[in-house]
């Protein structure tokens, strides 16, 4: 259990300084990495970080400090950075800490077995993977690299108002970054895998898989522009998703930054999409018990059979829109205000295999992977032209892999014509939030490729 009486004092100086409510946010981490490059481990990094925020209402005013400084010294200063950063600012919009009573256990998320993994069996796991990688096939390069880590991370929160609530979790992942050289022409794909337990991590899986992806990816070529049915892979579909899910946040919608602004209610997605965000412990991994506010989360569709069922809210957004809060309050550290932001966040699996979509799609293309999100991708109206590669799809069955393509089209519009979804459900790796999707197949978007 967490020891609230070391934070305690911070909570009195803050009402002795005159502030009406305050909260205290402590958080910490620890992550360790190391890459296996040509033999040998590199770039072993241990990096851990504790923090402790203060926050408060002070004349209507909502003060934010950070320190990651500890003693009496630093907590009065903490006290006074907060005081001054309230005087500073005219917002007009009501302020608020959480004052809801409920009870809730203690929860750790961080399995024992992997605090309990040595920093050398680590380094050993990520020379494995890139030995392995090589021994799958002679034409893997020199700039293959592989990646092994572990995460934990701890908050604690505490307020005025007798609030407090604690919880930790952790995760362990290994990456395989295979790049193989096939005459004059190189071709790289990554594989990965996270667990709550390192000893879920097989580097044989990892590697073979980043190996035939790459394999794949020889001989591909641009192909013909045109307007054709589009199946999105789990990857490529997560990075719509991710791209575009702060349309989904009540705070975005009220700025004006999002055209699902009073849409509650309404269908915006083809009826076989159903969108959930769900803060359990399994999943994405990005669970957690209680949001960034002391709010505890539970699980919603966002989206339940095509109908927009509920945007997500933190207790200031939901006072506005005379709703409650969905516990969807963010904070991914002591450094950060309140912002909103989902969970484990996935399109939900359908009923259909791969191969399925594809026959469904007859003649189109699989988008195997996206880039240029950040420049390519508008939230606001939700255009996007990115840049990406694939498999071609000719009779309903996998043909050559294609590269040197852009997908373009909208999202909200995407949603709309939705036409199969598949059952294999993968999440990316976990951070803040962690976003989920199977196979999507798109009615038809537009493919710009060579000129013929």
């Known amino acids: 259990m967490a020891d609230y009486a070391k934070y305690e004092p911070i909570l009195e100086m803050a009402k002795a300084a005159g502030f009406s409510r305050a909260e205290v946010f402590v958080c910490t981490s620890e992550a360790f990495s190391v890459s296996a490059h040509k033999g040998k481990a590199e770039d072993l990094r241990v990096e851990r970080r504790s923090g402790v925020a203060l926050r ?27 005081a001054e950063n309230a005087a500073l600012l005219e917002s007009q919009d009501e302020q608020f800490l959480y004052d809801g009573d409920e009870k809730l256990a203690w929860v ?13 069996r680590k ?32 908050c604690l929160l505490l307020n005025t108002e007798g609030l407090r609530r604690e919880f930790a979790r952790g995760a362990a992942y290994a990456v395989a970054d295979a790049v193989l050289a ?51 892979s789990p990857e490529a579909a997560r990075t719509l998703l991710s791209t575009f899910a702060e349309v989904f946040s009540a705070e975005e919608c009220q700025r004006g930054f999002s055209l699902l602004a009073g849409k509650e209610g309404e269908k915006i997605a083809a009826p076989c999409v159903t969108i959930w965000d769900d803060p359990s412990d399994g999943l994405g991994l990005a669970g957690r018990p209680f949001d960034g506010e002391g709010v505890p989360t539970q699980k919603k569709a966002v989206i339940q059979d095509g109908v927009l069922t509920t945007l997500l809210y933190n207790l200031k957004t939901a006072h506005k829109a005379g709703k409650t809060s969905t516990g969807n309050a963010s904070r991914p550290s002591h450094l950060s205000t309140v912002g909103t932001a989902p969970t484990n966040f996935y399109i939900a699996p359908g009923g259909f295999a791969p191969e399925e979509l594809y026959a469904k799609a007859g003649d189109g293309v699989r988008i195997d992977e996206l880039q240029g999100a950040h420049a390519g991708a508008n939230p606001i109206s939700g255009d ?8 071609r799809i000719r009779g309903g069955k996998l043909a050559e892999p294609v590269t040197q393509i852009t997908v373009s089209g909208n999202f909200y519009r995407m949603l709309e014509s939705v036409q199969a979804v598949g059952k294999d459900l993968k999440f990316g790796v976990p951070g803040a939030s962690a976003f989920g999707t199977p196979s999507l197949l798109v009615e038809r978007l537009d493919i710009a490729g060579k000129d013929e």
Do not use: H, N
């Open 56 to 82: 408060g209402l002070l004349g209507g005013q909502m003060g934010y400090a950070a320190t990651e400084a500890e003693g009496e010294a630093a907590y009065a200063e903490l006290v006074r950075a907060a």
């Open 108 to 120: 750790s998320a961080v399995d024992g077995s992997l605090l309990a993994v040595s920093p050398e």
């Open 123 to 154: 380094i050993a796991l990520a020379l494995e993977m890139e030995r392995l990688c090589k021994a799958e096939d002679p034409r893997i390069a020199s700039g293959t690299t592989c990646e092994v880590g572990t995460t934990t991370s701890a």
């Open 182 to 232: 096939d005459g004059d022409r190189q071709y790289e794909e990554v594989a990965y895998r996270f667990s709550r337990k390192f000893e879920d991590l097989d580097p044989a899986v990892i590697a073979r898989e980043a190996v035939q992806m790459a394999a794949a990816d020889v001989g591909s070529a641009s192909m013909p522009s045109g307007a054709m049915p589009v199946v999105f």
């Open 384 to 391: 996007f032209s990115l840049s990406a590669k694939g498999v």
